[in-house]
Nanobody, 116 residues
Framework: VQLQASGGGLVQAGGSLRLSCAAS?????MSWYHQAPGKQRELVAS???????NYKDFVKGRFTISRDNDKNTVDLQMNSLKPEDTGVYYC??????????????WGQGTQVTVSS
């Protein structure tokens, strides 16, 4: 499956952005990853095929992941953005085995810059 991410941009701290990821075909579990400058890519939020969402602690209460199975899209609504949220965001299609998420296909990434 091919993934196309969009929606990044420049925003002031405290602002909001909505990222969207469109898949070329049917998708199972999906996720969003964040890669800050000079750091490793890390999982931010994931969602199962039936819509059950999981979040890393540092985005809980601020980010919301959602999906539309009819359109094969997954979105990430990001509120109360902080400068440390700056980086490239990647959508990913994968699967869950138990509580662990395994990434398979990656989108091209979209840049988010949060100014202080």
């Amino acid at each position: 499956v091919q993934l196309q991410a969009s929606g990044g941009g420049l925003v002031q701290a405290g602002g909001s952005l909505r990222l969207s990821c469109a898949a070329s075909g049917g998708i199972n579990a999906m996720s969003w990853y964040h890669q800050a400058p000079g750091k490793q890519r890390e999982l931010v939020a994931s969602i199962t095929e039936n819509g059950s969402a999981n979040y890393k602690d540092f985005v809980k209460g601020r980010f919301t992941i959602s999906r539309d199975n009819d359109k094969n899209t997954v979105d990430l609504q990001m509120n109360s953005l902080k400068p440390e949220d700056t980086g490239v965001y990647y959508c990913n299609a994968g699967y869950f085995r138990g509580i662990y998420y395994y990434p398979i296909s990656w989108g091209q990434g979209t840049q988010v810059t949060v100014s202080s």
